[in-house]
């Protein structure tokens, strides 16, 4: 599968992006899906997790309430949905795909090692 991010850009602090991921094939209705984002100088960390049927999600402590992570899965997409941006929220984001979680369509995961295909990232970032 390739996945390929978009939306990123430069915003003012307090404004809004909506970042997309596309999968190349209709497998992406398969799988636990997630976003995550690395800052300069920093390691990639956990921002939101979503399961394969969309109805569980989980968002980092450190965007709760203003990050939505969402997919369409009749279009192959992942979303999220970024509100309230801080400058703190700089970095490139990456969506990834998790486990297919065969006989749990409402299981996800935070754990960054339980993603094996990553798109290239999109960067954002927030001026202050």
């Known amino acids: 599968v390739q996945l390929q991010a978009s939306g990123g850009g430069l915003v003012q602090a307090g404004g809004s992006l909506r970042l997309s991921c596309a999968a190349s094939?209709?497998?992406?209705?398969?799988?636990?899906m997630g976003w995550f984002r690395q800052a300069p100088g920093n390691e990639r960390e956990f921002v939101a997790a979503?399961?394969?049927?969309?109805?569980?999600?989980e968002v980092a402590v450190t965007v709760k309430g203003r990050f939505t992570i969402s997919r369409d899965n009749t279009k192959n997409t992942l979303y999220l949905q970024m509100n309230f941006l801080r400058p703190e929220d700089t970095a490139a984001y990456y969506c990834?795909?998790?486990?297919?979680?065969?006989?749990?369509?409402?299981?996800?995961?935070?754990?960054?090692?339980?993603?094996?295909?990553w798109g290239q990232g999109t960067l954002v970032t927030v001026s202050s």
């Open positions: 990834a795909r998790g486990p297919p979680y065969t006989s749990c369509r409402n299981c996800y995961t935070n754990r960054q090692g339980d993603y094996h295909a």
């Open positions: 094939d209709s497998s992406f209705s398969k799988y636990a």
């Open positions: 979503i399961s394969r049927s969309g109805d569980r999600t």
